[in-house]
């Protein structure tokens, strides 16, 4: 059973993780060449597209990677 203390830690790293993962899809997002895609002087709304790929991809992957850091921490419980 998780104690209350160790809450602030795990928050900390899901935040960061979160951060880093989407800042990461922003990334590889730029390499793709969208333009083709969008129409023409709607500059806000391929921005805000983008944005909310990189959320949602980033989360996706994120939590991915959250879930996968839990797991190999419960295996030795299979152990006991």
């Known amino acids: 059973m998780m104690v ?3 809450y602030g830690p ?3 790293l899901s935040i960061i ?3 880093v993962f ?3 899809t922003w990334w590889a997002l730029m390499a793709i060449n969208f333009e083709k ?3 023409a ?10 944005i909310l ?5 980033g989360s996706i992957v994120s939590n991915f990677f959250l879930d996968y850091l839990a797991w190999s ?8």
Not at 43 to 50: K, S
Not at 73 to 80: A, S, T, V, Y
Request: aromatic letters at 8%.
């Open 10 to 12: 795990q928050a900390i």
């Open 17 to 19: 993780s979160h951060l």
């Open 73 to 80: 921490q419960q295996l030795p419980l299979l152990l006991e």
């Open 4 to 6: 209350l203390t160790e």
């Open 22 to 24: 989407i800042a990461l």
């Open 41 to 50: 002087n709607r500059v806000f709304q391929a921005r805000l597209l983008y």
């Open 37 to 39: 895609f969008l129409r």
């Open 53 to 57: 790929l990189s959320i949602a991809i």
